[in-house]
């Protein structure tokens, strides 16, 4: 069966991860085809299709969601239906359209996270500059406001002082942002990335830095972790909860030893992850896909 599947990839085959994905499926006797999430095109009427250029998506057995760039919401909201539009067509998603669309926000990452009892930082979220200002002085003047989309740390900054707080919202407020703020937890300046495949945790890195942000992509250095009983039941139930095929699980441990679940991504880049990792990453990838589409 494995040399009949026909596998896609939404992203960019040149790219570090692009390649390292090429030749785990190459290993197994198979071509990927490689499509680029904003040249989908669409047809509907008597034979409804999926294109990127003369490719045919909707004519494949797997599709693996590796990269959907930001745009215009209606150029957001276009490529999320035609991802929803591909499974309803049959084809499988790595990860489904409804997991990466509760994990690209942020705000409602947190809530599915809470509410499958996973401890989360203190989160306060408004669209109102005063309250915005209040909410801060309630999180103990020391807040990290993030984007409600966003990754690698990009656009994420911690705010300790009222006149700051000030400048920043009213920045915000200026570009029509959501305010999202989180109280800030110590950490020495470290943290977790798990990745989740399947129902296992296939590997952890500890990542530290010089700096509050620990992103491997901001400078933050990985380690290799030995994943606990802890952070694994934390880490699944977060896939679970968000309805994950596989994904990145952010963890962090509070000066008091409690874990804290930070957010997940369903386009987890692993090249950090990879340098502490004996195991090639890619291949347990495309290995759990195989058995998905069995």
């Given at each position: 069966?494995?040399?009949?599947?026909?596998i896609?990839?939404?992203?960019?085959?040149?790219?570090?991860?692009g390649?390292?994905?090429?030749h785990?499926?190459?290993?197994?006797?198979?071509?990927?085809?490689?499509?680029?999430?904003?040249?989908?095109?669409?047809s509907?009427?008597?034979?409804?299709?999926?294109?990127?250029?003369e490719?045919?998506l909707?004519?494949?057995?797997?599709?693996?969601?590796?990269?959907?760039p930001g745009?215009?919401?209606?150029?957001?909201?276009?490529?999320?239906?035609?991802?929803?539009?591909?499974?309803?067509?049959?084809?499988?998603?790595f990860?489904?359209?409804?997991?990466?669309?509760?994990?690209v926000?942020?705000y409602?990452?947190?809530?599915?996270?809470?509410?499958?009892?996973l401890?989360?930082?203190q989160?306060?979220?408004?669209?109102?500059?005063a309250?915005?200002?209040?909410?801060?002085?309630?999180?103990?003047?020391?807040?990290?406001?993030?984007?409600?989309?966003g990754?690698?740390?990009?656009?994420?900054?911690?705010?300790?002082?009222a006149?700051?707080?000030g400048?920043?919202?009213?920045?915000?407020?200026?570009?029509?942002?959501?305010?999202?703020l989180?109280?800030?937890?110590?950490?020495?300046?470290?943290?977790?990335?798990?990745?989740?495949?399947?129902?296992?945790?296939?590997?952890?890195?500890e990542?530290?830095s010089?700096?509050?942000?620990?992103n491997?992509?901001?400078?933050?250095?990985?380690?290799?972790?030995?994943?606990?009983?802890?952070?694994?039941?934390?880490?699944?139930?977060?896939?679970?909860?968000?309805?994950?095929?596989?994904?990145?699980?952010d963890?962090?441990?509070?000066?008091?030893g409690?874990?804290?679940?930070?957010?997940?991504n369903?386009?987890p880049?692993?090249?950090?992850?990879?340098q502490?990792t004996?195991f090639?990453i890619?291949?347990r990838?495309?290995?759990n896909?195989?058995?998905?589409?069995?």
């Amino acid at each position: 069966m494995t040399n009949q599947l026909k596998i896609g990839i939404l992203g960019l085959r040149d790219s570090w991860h692009g390649l390292a994905l090429l030749h785990a499926w190459q290993k197994k006797g198979i071509e990927p085809i490689f499509a680029d999430v904003t040249q989908l095109k669409v047809s509907l009427g008597p034979a409804p299709a999926v294109l990127c250029g003369e490719t045919v998506l909707s004519d494949l057995d797997l599709l693996m969601v590796r990269e959907v760039p930001g745009g215009t919401l209606e150029q957001v909201i276009y490529r999320m239906d035609v991802l929803h539009q591909l499974e309803n067509m049959g084809v499988r998603l790595f990860n489904p359209a409804g997991a990466i669309e509760k994990m690209v926000d942020k705000y409602y990452t947190s809530s599915l996270l809470q509410a499958a009892g996973l401890r989360v930082p203190q989160t306060a979220v408004t669209e109102n500059f005063a309250d915005a200002m209040a909410l801060f002085e309630q999180l103990g003047c020391d807040v990290v406001v993030k984007p409600l989309f966003g990754s690698r740390g990009v656009g994420m900054v911690r705010v300790t002082e009222a006149d700051v707080a000030g400048r920043v919202f009213k920045a915000l407020q200026l570009g029509g942002y959501v305010f999202y703020l989180q109280q800030f937890i110590p950490h020495n300046n470290r943290d977790l990335r798990v990745m989740v495949v399947g129902n296992k945790c296939i590997a952890a890195m500890e990542r530290v830095s010089d700096s509050w942000k620990t992103n491997v992509s901001r400078g933050g250095k990985p380690w290799a972790f030995q994943i606990t009983k802890e952070t694994r039941e934390a880490s699944l139930k977060a896939a679970r909860a968000l309805g994950a095929d596989y994904c990145g699980v952010d963890l962090l441990y509070g000066e008091d030893g409690s874990l804290y679940v930070l957010e997940a991504n369903s386009m987890p880049a692993w090249q950090g992850l990879q340098q502490v990792t004996e195991f090639d990453i890619a291949e347990r990838l495309v290995e759990n896909f195989i058995e998905a589409v069995k």
